[in-house]
């Protein structure tokens, strides 16, 4: 059984910055890439940021470069999501994924989380 449960979103002004984490437990090894996606309110869900957990071949949207850093700590089965910078935007529900392809796809993931809203006010 695999668990990934994700914290640290809120409210926070346009320009601000928010860290997410991600905690995983359970059989990590099936987990091999993590990935942040989110979903606004009418939208479909988009990706956002990938990476190995060693770190390695991080990647990320267009509209996050430059802004969101991903990360990984291995000792601590966490993944986080340090976002600058912030834009309304960015108001979204940010999910934590795990799995196996090195794909922006989200239905190449197969454990998500339950989601952490992030709202940027103007």
């Known amino acids: 059984q695999v668990q990934l449960v994700e914290s640290g979103g809120g409210l926070v002004q346009a320009g601000g910055s928010l860290r997410l984490s991600c905690a995983a437990s359970g059989r990590t090894s099936n987990m091999v890439i993590m990935g942040w996606f989110r979903q606004a309110p009418g939208k479909e869900r988009e990706f956002v940021a990938r990476t190995f957990w060693s770190g390695v071949l991080t990647y990320y949207a267009d509209s996050v470069k430059g802004r969101f850093t991903i990360s990984t700590d291995n000792a601590k089965n966490t993944v986080f999501l340090q976002m600058n910078s912030l834009k309304p935007e960015d108001t979204a529900v940010y999910f934590c994924?795990?799995?196996?392809?090195?794909?922006?796809?989200?239905?190449?993931?197969?454990?998500w989380g339950q989601g952490t809203q992030v709202t940027v006010s103007s």
């Open positions: 994924a795990g799995g196996l392809a090195l794909s922006v796809d989200p239905t190449n993931y197969n454990y």
